[in-house]
């Protein structure tokens, strides 16, 4: 089993959820993430690459897809 940990993705959720902080703390958040918020696409090519030939002696990860903020 692998696990992928997801970051901010803009999605309508998580712009609800931007527009609905000040700008002080939207200003936090997006430094949070040093190569910014992902796309749907960033998330779903990790996936796809776990279900083909590239991945399939991966198991047991946790791979972190959230633009840098785990690095930090």
Known sequence: VNAIDAGAVRTAMHDGFVNSVNAEAQEEYTRFHPLGF???????????????????????????VDGGAAAR
């Open 38 to 64: 992902g796309d749907v696409a960033d998330v779903a090519n990790i996936a796809v690459y776990l279900l083909g030939d590239g991945g399939r002696w991966i198991t047991g990860a946790n791979l972190a």
